[in-house]
């Protein structure tokens, strides 16, 4: 299993699909912190699953100024039905096309399963990564890696 | 392994000996039917363990998914300020299948408590900072969906069926 980035790694830039008709590209967040959450799969059979947690805990990330983006290898019209089921208030990029290519370059990507790994990122505003975490697949990561990295950002 | 980030004090509701020697806390949604599920187990649990344990509830509202369960937590909280609050967190999960405000406030009157001032305190959000802090304790803490279940300040990853959390208990317990 590849090693996810580690902190002082220069963020891989990317352009991925955030609706059918358009892309987003991290560099286009310059200037803000931003979390990475890749994760398996849309659909879990689980309420409070990761995405739907880190819905509900959006505005305090907001306190830091920071974009969540959530990233698997499922493709925007997936992402589209999980976003309306769970009133999300944040983008899902679909890692699709070259699938898990943007995972693969955080050493995020499971090549058995052919899915993302559940692993987090916090990228400061100059695009460097600041911190990082693979969980288990199984095991949710809550939030509380995610907080207290950005309190420790750099101002 | 994540650890609670906010200590028990007597702000929180708690039943059993504040002595025990096991501590189970849980964070929790009125309107998740793993909650619900969850919800006799842990009496089950408590019976089982007697004054060895003393169990917490504090309030995970996830509000985007379940659209009652913050009223009913702030019910639960307007309870606890005329000291009825098991009473009223019993009811609620007994009759989690419809937490509407009529039958929030259908409860609070079996309880004998005012329902002009609970529809009142809804209203105004009385309790809603309350229900907030237990909330962002709960992020600090790494509660990742609900219910989550702290054993004497550590995370329980794993399931909650009653042998479960038996074992996992018991094995703190020494």
Known sequence: MPDILTPGTKAPDFSLHVTPDQKLALSELRGNPVILAFYPADFSPVCG???ALYNEILPEFKKYGAELLGISVDGVWCHEEFTKNRHLHFPLLADFEPKGDTARKY??????????ERALFVIDKNGTIRWSYRSPVAVNPGADGILQALEELPK | MSKLKVPVTSDDHIQGDKRAPITLIEYGDYECPHCGH??????????????????????????????????AAEAAEFAAAHERFWEMHDKIFENQSDLSLPMLLELAKTLRLSVPDLRNALTARQYASRVRDDFLGGVRSGVNGTPTFFINGDRHDGPFEFEDLVAALEARAE
């Open chain 2, 38 to 71: 969850a919800y006799p187990i842990v009496k089950r649990v408590q019976k089982h363990f007697g004054d060895r344990l003393m169990f917490i509830f504090r309030n995970f509202p996830l509000r985007e998914i379940h659209p009652n369960a913050e009223n």
């Open chain 1, 107 to 116: 050493g995020a990507y499971r090549h058995e399963d052919g899915f993302c």
């Open chain 1, 49 to 51: 699953d990761q995405m």
